[in-house]
């Protein structure tokens, strides 16, 4: 990973910072444990791809491919 490069789960924090919602508001909007929440804001814990997909929906975010795909050499 190059430094412009940035992780998808460090988008997502940011997304969750800006978002002004309370990690509680986004618990009970996502229907994912409060704790696991603050686990992966603190960067003690993941969240499945599943839990990903539920709290980019919470904050109406989405993944979006940045580059084309290369072509297979064959």
Do not use: N, W, Y
């Amino acid at each position: 990973m190059t430094k412009k490069q940035t992780r998808l789960t460090d988008e997502l924090r940011a997304a969750i910072v800006g978002s002004g919602k309370s990690l509680g508001q986004i618990a009970r909007e996502s229907t994912i444990d409060l704790a696991t929440i603050s686990r992966f804001m603190h960067k003690r814990g993941g969240l499945s791809m599943d839990g990903l997909d539920l709290i980019a929906a919470c904050l109406g975010v989405s993944l979006t491919r940045a580059t084309k795909p290369r072509k297979k050499k064959g």
